[in-house]
C-alpha cells in the first residue's frame, strides 16, 4: 500500500508477517506465520479469529502457537477454577490446561506429535470457560479449521 504524507514522502506499508508467508498458505488458509517486532522479534504461527460465545456477548478469539506452546488468545477473563479448559485435534486425545497468560489468554503445552496431529487434521476443538468472578456457566467451545496450517507450519522456518 502506498500512502502520500503531508511532505509529499511515498510511505510504503509492509506487513511482516506477509514476508514470512507469501507462499506459505493460499488466500483461503486458516493459520498463517506471523512477527512480532520490537526488542526480541518472534515468529510465531497464528490462526485467523473465530467468534464464540463467552457466555455474555459474542467474542473474536484467535490461536498462537510459539514453539512447544499453544495460546489460546481471548478479550475475555478466563476460569480455571473448573480444570476443564481444553484442546483437541479432531478426536485425538484432548490436552487440559490451566496456565493463563495474564487474565485473558491459557497456554497449553503441546507436543510435536500434536503438531503432526494438526498437520494431517481438519480441526483443532478448544473448550474455554470465562468470567471467573460471575456466576458459573460452562466451557464454551470454539473450533479453529486446520486448512494452511501445514504449509503455514514449514513456512515458519524461512521467517526470522
Known amino acids: 500500500m502506498y500512502k502520500k504524507s503531508k511532505t509529499g514522502t511515498i510511505v510504503v506499508g509492509v506487513l511482516l508477517a506477509g514476508l514470512c508467508s507469501v507462499a506459505a498458505s493460499g488466500a483461503n488458509a486458516a493459520w498463517q506465520v506471523a512477527k512480532d517486532g520490537g526488542d526480541t522479534p518472534r ?25 512447544d506452546n499453544l495460546t489460546l488468545v481471548t478479550p475475555s477473563n478466563i476460569d480455571t477454577t473448573f480444570s476443564d479448559l481444553r484442546i483437541q485435534v479432531d ?65 515458519i522456518k524461512n521467517c526470522s
Open 43 to 67: 515468529c510465531y504461527l497464528k490462526s485467523s479469529a473465530q467468534k464464540m460465545q463467552d457466555g455474555y456477548r459474542t467474542i473474536s478469539v484467535h490461536a498462537e502457537i510459539d514453539g
Open 91 to 155: 478426536r485425538k486425545e484432548p490436552i487440559s490446561s490451566t496456565v493463563l497468560v495474564g487474565k485473558q489468554s491459557v497456554r497449553f503445552a503441546i507436543t510435536p506429535q500434536t503438531v503432526n496431529d494438526m498437520r494431517k487434521g481438519k480441526a483443532l476443538n478448544a473448550y474455554i470457560r470465562f468470567w471467573p468472578t460471575w456466576p458459573v456457566t460452562r466451557a464454551h467451545p470454539v473450533s479453529f479449521s486446520l486448512r494452511g496450517f501445514s504449509a503455514a507450519s514449514k513456512a
